[in-house]
């Protein structure tokens, strides 16, 4: 694809967001359980998948992951669900180990969907091998950690067919709060919209450590320290903020400027552990994002603030959700009004006001599914993630990156590692 298709591509890929037809509806086997395979069984892709049998009409029935430990780990806690819901335990034959687990599930004809939640690095060519099964397929953040494999993911989203369904894991969207304001925000209640500040202020990521692991394994375990394998915090972890932003402006950024650095960090790997970047949305409108990632003395905050000519919103993981101005509004929960501190989750299992995130990301994505229509959140996953990568484009290079400019730059970021060596 060259740059002019591929800039028509993501234009027409993110207008198709509002203009998505519904798919032709489809039966599914009305009686049976959506047959769920879990690629990567670490911390949040356990919690998702747990969700999807806890909360959806899925069966988790396959596991796949690179390491040998974490796909036993996987075996003993879905066995131990399965079984706690009255559900059969994972046979053995749909338990997928090693480098090419990924394609083994994708072709197995006992899985109808395939949850992708492994190193940011292998989404999309995860993504590419599940939809190319025909299965349908719920993949986490980011859709890509680079402008190639950005472009790779709009390719792939075209040959989904009308009858798959594909989501992309912002579940925050999803929170009912969240949901809430999000419908006032884009009805225009705050008037003119001036301007939005936005944060992620979390804790540092944790080391796993294996005994006996090579160089390799252990920057593959520690794969979140790693600007190739996950992103980088900005790409990684603060795009569930950009997510938000984009999605009650109904736009992306058209340009940024930025800096951070890796400030506090000693630790192995090249994430910057802050940033600080400014994005200009259409008609001027300036997000000013700051975030931070180390520290161990638990504190976390993230969130969204929108300043219109006729009211101010405050959109938060953690305390009040409310309007104040000419059309105030707050969401009723005494409890998450209550609690402003917020609390880390490392699996993405938020409480306060993502509390039902999860819950109904699934529900929804379950029923889209079982009765249609289908979705196909591609696009919209590649364009958040673009955003995120033109911020971290602007920090790097220390200047002003348009969008354009992302786009035509075509960055790669490559692994420099031999995945099919570790097992
Ligand atoms: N939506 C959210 O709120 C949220 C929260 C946390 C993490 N995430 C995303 O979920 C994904 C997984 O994160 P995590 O915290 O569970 O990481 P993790 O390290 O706990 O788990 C990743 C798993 O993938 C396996 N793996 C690594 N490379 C693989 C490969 N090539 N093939 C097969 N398996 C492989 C690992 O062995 C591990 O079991 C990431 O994309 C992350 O960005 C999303």
Same mark, same amino acid.
């Given at each position: 694809?060259?740059?002019?298709?591929?800039?028509?591509?993501?234009?027409?890929?993110?207008?198709?967001?509002?203009?998505?037809?519904?798919?032709?509806?489809?039966?599914?086997?009305?009686?049976?359980?959506?047959?769920?395979?879990?690629?990567?069984?670490?911390?949040?892709?356990?919690?998702?998948?747990?969700?999807?049998?806890?909360?959806?009409?899925?069966?988790?029935?396959?596991?796949?992951?690179?390491?040998?430990?974490?796909?036993?780990?996987?075996?003993?806690?879905?066995?131990?669900?399965?079984?706690?819901?009255?559900?059969?335990?994972?046979?053995?034959?749909?338990?997928?180990?090693?480098?090419?687990?990924?394609?083994?599930?994708?072709?197995?004809?006992?899985?109808?969907?395939?949850?992708?939640?492994?190193?940011?690095?292998?989404?999309?060519?995860?993504?590419?091998?599940?939809?190319?099964?025909?299965?349908?397929? !719920?993949?986490?953040?980011? +859709?890509?950690?680079? +402008?190639?494999?950005?472009?790779?993911?709009?390719?792939?989203?075209?040959?989904?067919?009308?009858?798959?369904?594909?989501?992309?894991?912002?579940?925050?969207?999803?929170?009912?709060?969240?949901?809430?304001?999000?419908?006032?925000?884009?009805?225009?209640?705050?008037?003119?919209?001036?301007?939005?500040?936005?944060? !992620?202020?979390?804790?540092?990521?944790?080391?796993?450590?294996?005994?006996?692991?090579?160089?390799?394994?252990?920057?593959?375990?520690?794969?979140?320290?790693?600007?190739?394998?996950?992103?980088?915090?900005?790409?990684?972890?603060?795009?569930?903020?950009?997510?938000?932003?984009?999605?009650?402006?109904?736009?992306?950024?058209?340009?940024?400027?930025?800096?951070?650095?890796?400030?506090?960090?000693?630790?192995?790997?090249?994430?910057?552990?802050?940033?600080?970047?400014?994005?200009?949305?259409?008609?001027?409108?300036?997000?000013?994002?700051?975030?931070?990632?180390?520290?161990?003395?638990?504190?976390?905050?993230?969130?969204?603030?929108?300043?219109?000519?006729?009211?101010?919103?405050? +959109?938060?993981?953690?305390?009040?959700?409310?309007?104040?101005?000419?059309?105030?509004?707050?969401?009723?929960?005494?409890?998450?009004?209550?609690?402003?501190?917020?609390?880390?989750?490392?699996?993405?299992?938020?409480?306060?006001?993502?509390?039902?995130?999860?819950?109904?990301?699934?529900?929804?994505?379950?029923?889209?599914?079982?009765?249609?229509?289908?979705?196909?959140?591609?696009?919209?996953?590649?364009?958040?993630?673009?955003?995120?990568?033109?911020?971290?484009?602007?920090?790097?290079?220390?200047?002003?990156?348009?969008?354009?400019?992302?786009?035509?730059?075509?960055?790669?970021?490559?692994?420099?590692?031999?995945?099919?060596?570790?097992?």
């Amino acid at each position: 694809m060259n740059r002019r298709e591929f800039l028509e591509t993501s234009a027409g890929a993110a207008s198709s967001l509002l203009l998505v037809k519904p798919a032709t509806a489809f039966t599914y086997q009305a009686n049976s359980a959506v047959r769920l395979g879990l690629l990567g069984c670490g911390s949040r892709g356990s919690s998702v998948a747990a969700s999807f049998a806890k909360n959806t009409s899925a069966r988790v029935v396959a596991l796949a992951d690179i390491f040998a430990d974490n796909l036993a780990a996987g075996h003993e806690r879905f066995n131990q669900l399965n079984t706690g819901l009255g559900q059969t335990p994972i046979d053995s034959k749909l338990l997928f180990h090693g480098p090419r687990a990924f394609e083994q599930l994708a072709a197995s004809p006992d899985v109808d969907l395939v949850q992708i939640s492994t190193p940011p690095f292998f989404h999309v060519q995860h993504l590419e091998a599940a939809v190319a099964a025909g299965k349908h397929v !719920y993949c986490e953040k980011p +859709v890509g950690i680079d +402008v190639q494999q950005a472009a790779h993911a709009l390719e792939i989203a075209r040959r989904i067919k009308p009858t798959q369904s594909v989501d992309v894991g912002f579940q925050c969207r999803n929170a009912p709060p969240i949901a809430a304001i999000a419908t006032r925000i884009q009805a225009g209640v705050l008037g003119k919209m001036g301007a939005v500040l936005g944060n !992620y202020n979390a804790p540092a990521s944790l080391e796993k450590v294996r005994a006996g692991a090579s160089a390799e394994e252990y920057r593959l375990r520690n794969w979140l320290w790693d600007r190739a394998l996950s992103g980088d915090i900005l790409v990684e972890q603060n795009i569930h903020i950009i997510d938000l932003c984009n999605w009650m402006l109904g736009a992306h950024p058209e340009k940024a400027v930025a800096t951070g650095s890796r400030a506090v960090l000693t630790h192995a790997g090249d994430c910057w552990d802050n940033y600080q970047v400014d994005f200009t949305y259409p008609s001027g409108v300036r997000l000013s994002f700051a975030s931070t990632q180390f520290g161990a003395y638990g504190v976390f905050e993230a969130g969204l603030r929108f300043f219109g000519s006729e009211g101010m919103a405050t +959109v938060p993981y953690a305390g009040p959700v409310r309007i104040v101005g000419s059309q105030s509004w707050e969401w009723q929960d005494a409890k998450a009004a209550a609690n402003v501190e917020g609390k880390f989750a490392a699996n993405g299992a938020f409480a306060d006001n993502l509390e039902f995130a999860d819950r109904d990301k699934e529900r929804t994505f379950i029923e889209s599914i079982v009765s249609g229509p289908a979705h196909n959140q591609i696009a919209s996953g590649v364009e958040t993630a673009l955003s995120c990568m033109l911020g971290r484009m602007a920090g790097l290079q220390h200047r002003e990156v348009t969008w354009a400019e992302l786009l035509a730059h075509g960055e790669t970021y490559e692994l420099g590692m031999n995945v099919a060596q570790l097992a």
